[in-house]
């Protein structure tokens, strides 16, 4: 069988122009959706209707907490090239540690628990279900997948930083200078790309792993078993079952962007 | 419009001496240098015909992109029993390996830079003189 | 029409070099920009927009220089403003030049500019400002040529260049409206966070356009056989002063919703701007400086004594210029990053490069500016 490229052309050019009959045709109601709606690709992603919602728990009493253990932040940094740049200012983080206080400023007043002053807490992009980033996004460059998903397509974005702005939680990271100026060649992981000056990353909670059935490389490299990764949609699944037990908490609910990495204290 | 004349000669002449590679080509049917793209596993089925990749890699690989970033449909395409990731890296330059040799070569000739490598890695060559 | 830039005094072409020369020199630092990336500037992942969006902002305000004079002219029939109008339209055109190319130097892939037009995203409010901008800048260029050439040959303007002049005026709104709207949309920014950004956008829009218009008038008149006339410059004041009134009015109400709610997040960006928070507040000074400046521009234009003076108008329009441009072209974008989502404090400065780049701007738009005026000029020159 021939690659015909005719029939994958048609295809996405029928897309396209589905969509833009569904905008002129709609009326205010599918305007106001658009504008103002989560997903406005829905229709053009076909698999996992709401079968598959990937979430998080990420269970801090389990992670040993302690300042030199790093496996999960060194697993994911150098799986997919991210380097360690010195300067505070132009870091890139995909999952990093903060303290518990920054990580929930709201939670700061008042007495707390005597051992969470200290605590250093993992964070990561929470993958939004009312993702500010994709609501801003000018080129569509970063949107919701269906399984819940925050992409990035670093080959569209133009860098303008609008998703830094609107991101409350501070989860992404811009390229201010060139990556491989920084990154020791030697230890490039020749399977994943790096990035190229002037555009936006962050974490994609492994796309690439798991549409291969694979784990995120994080939740795989915790010797604690702190990180817990599974579907939300599913009952039977380990942070349903998680969830359904233990206390949780996720960071700034009050803003309506339903973040999906839970945080057991 | 007194000069109409001298205007319409200049003009002709500009167009004759800037557009000379193009006419020059197709009067004498060849040009003075042709690329020579050098393949590491000549011999082997690519996923399409020499003719269609020649002329349309990039818009293939924009598409799988597209496919694989953007849809998340990362099944790998058979073509005569062999299974190809939608993938830069990971399926073309695994039998083009030699990218100076092989990408590189038309690039140059044609003045084009495609940004694929400002990112996607390319396979470790041995170091060979500059052409 | 255009020849008429390229003949000129001494003096003309003297500024059009000094403004060559440093847009040449602010181009130099940008190919180190484009080489470097956006590392040369004094921006970082806390505070990931600084001048160069700061400068956009103001900008945008700047270009309603043309509806504070189109509005009285074609809506309410104000003579006295047929003079100056194109002065005002052209302004626009300077500014929104200069918002467009404030935006394509802070993008980090400027040649993939075009893939907002590729995929257009209603949902993105930069999506809008790009439309309303664009379409801003094309609706001036028409009408104000259009009306400079029919007034070249003595005749009527042509009748298309009406419904484009009405139309100019709700869109002017909109340009104000949907910039504010890139900042009051977005959770978690609390300084941006308030439902009267908008008219708060407009209202110093409304000040500081005008009051560049006013000082270019002056310029004119003292440089050239054109004289815009004491009256549309008196008329241009009073819109200045209510304007600005209104503004400070809306600065206050900021701060009296931040403080008296008590909210802690709500008053924290205000904090570190005026006050200082956890000892950082280099911002403080200017801040200060603006409402200094606020203050006196209020004294000097609202007393009629002082505001008829030519003399202290063009100092209470210069003070107003300042003021909105420290307030808005750098307080109200750097606050809303301080403090960042994890309440930590990073300042912000901008580089010497980075200063360049906006310099080399602010050159473009006044080049451009000189030469529409140059035109305009020459033309009622010849009259």
Not at chain 1, 10 to 23: C, H, P, T, V
Not at chain 1, 220 to 234: T, W
Not at chain 1, 242 to 253: N, Y
Not at chain 3, 127 to 139: A, P, Q
Request: glycine share 8%.
């Amino acid at each position: 069988m021939k690659y015909d490229k005719n029939y994958e052309l048609s295809r996405r050019e029928f897309i396209r122009k589905a969509a833009l009959l569904g905008l002129s045709v709609g009326g205010s109601k599918t305007l106001m959706e658009v504008v103002f709606g989560d997903d406005i690709l829905a229709a053009s992603t076909d698999e996992n209707p709401a079968t598959v919602r990937w979430a998080m728990v990420v269970d801090m009493t389990k992670c040993s907490r302690r300042e030199d253990c790093s496996d999960c932040m060194a697993a994911c940094h150098r799986t997919h090239n991210v380097p360690a740049i010195s300067n505070r200012r132009h870091e890139i983080k995909w999952i990093w540690r903060e303290p518990f206080v920054n990580a929930f400023p709201e939670l700061k007043e008042g007495r707390l628990r005597k051992d969470l002053y200290g605590a250093g807490f993992i964070v990561l992009c929470n993958h939004c279900d009312n993702p500010p980033c994709v609501r801003v996004c000018p080129t569509r460059a970063t949107w919701r997948r269906q399984d819940g998903i925050v992409m990035m397509d670093m080959h569209r974005c133009i860098g303008c930083r609008y998703c830094m702005a609107a991101c409350p939680y501070g989860s992404r990271s811009f390229n201010w200078m060139d990556p491989r100026k920084i990154l020791d060649e030697k230890a490039i992981n020749q399977d994943y790309p790096t990035r190229t000056k002037g555009v936006v990353e962050k974490c994609d909670f492994c796309a690439e792993r798991i549409d291969r059935g694979m784990l995120p490389v994080c939740v795989e490299a915790c010797k604690e078993k702190a990180l817990v990764f599974g579907n939300l949609s599913d009952a039977g699944s380990p942070v349903s079952g998680l969830l359904a037990g233990r206390f949780a908490i996720r960071r700034k609910p009050e803003l309506g962007t339903r973040p999906e990495v839970y945080y057991i204290v | 419009m007194r000069d109409k004349i001298k205007i319409l000669a200049g003009a002709a002449i500009f167009l004759a001496v800037a557009l000379f590679p193009l006419w020059y080509v197709r009067t004498t049917g060849k040009a003075s240098i042709v690329p020579e793209p050098r393949l590491v596993n000549a011999g082997k089925e690519c996923v399409n015909a020499k003719e269609y990749m020649r002329e349309y890699h990039m818009t293939m690989l924009n598409e799988w992109r597209d496919e694989v970033v953007r849809e998340g449909r990362r099944s790998p395409i058979v073509i005569a029993g062999v299974e190809y990731q939608k993938s830069l890296s990971d399926a073309c330059m695994k039998c083009h390996a030699n990218k100076s040799d092989f990408c590189d070569v038309c690039h140059n000739y044609l003045g084009v830079s495609p940004t694929c490598w400002d990112c996607h890695n390319s396979p470790k060559e041995p170091k060979h003189e500059i052409r | 029409m255009f020849e008429k830039a390229l003949s000129g005094s001494r003096r003309y072409w003297t500024l059009v070099f000094i403004l060559l020369a440093l847009v040449g020199a602010g181009f130099f630092f940008y190919l180190r920009q484009l080489s470097d990336g956006l590392s040369i500037t004094g921006m970082g992942r806390d505070v990931s927009w600084g001048f160069y969006i700061s400068q956009f902002t103001f900008l945008v305000g700047v270009a309603a220089s043309a509806v504070m004079v189109v509005l009285p002219y074609y809506l309410h029939d104000f003579r006295a403003f047929g003079k100056i109008t194109i002065l005002g339209e052209f302004l626009a055109i300077s500014a929104v030049s200069m918002c467009v190319l404030f935006i394509f130097v802070d993008m980090g892939q400027p040649f993939r500019i075009f893939n907002v037009f590729l995929h257009p995203s209603p949902n993105s409010m930069m999506f809008w400002d790009t439309v309303v901008l664009i379409g801003y800048l094309l609706l001036n260029l028409f009408i104000g040529w259009a009306t400079l050439g029919a007034e070249r040959k003595g005749v009527a303007p042509p009748a298309w260049s009406r419904p484009l002049i009405y139309i100019s005026i709700p869109w002017a709104v909109s340009i104000h409206t949907v910039t504010a709207f890139l900042y009051a949309g977005i959770p978690g920014r609390h300084l941006w966070l308030t439902a009267i950004m908008a008219a708060r956008f407009l209202a110093s829009a409304f000040a500081s356009g005008p009051a560049l218009l006013i000082l270019l008038c002056m310029i004119v008149r003292r440089y050239t056989r054109f004289d815009p006339g004491r009256e549309p410059i008196q008329a241009l004041g009073k819109i200045v002063a209510y304007a600005m009134t209104i503004n400070v009015f809306f600065i206050a109400l900021e701060f009296f919703t931040a403080y008296y709610s008590g909210i802690p997040s709500h008053s924290h960006s205000l904090e570190y701007l005026f006050f200082g928070l956890e000892g950082h507040g280099s911002l403080a000074p200017f801040m200060w400086t603006s409402m200094g400046l606020a203050a006196l521009a209020l004294t000097l234009l609202i007393n009629p004594s002082t505001r008829h003076n030519e003399r202290w108008l063009a100092t209470g329009a210069a003070a107003v210029f300042f003021s909105t441009w420290l307030d808005k072209g750098l307080g109200l974008v750097v606050g809303g990053f301080i403090p960042s989502p994890f309440e930590s404090i990073t300042e912000y400065s901008p580089t010497v490069p980075e200063l360049m780049i906006s310099l080399g701007v602010w050159a473009i738009g006044f080049l451009i500016l000189t030469l529409l005026y140059k035109i305009t000029v020459a033309v009622r020159e010849e009259a």
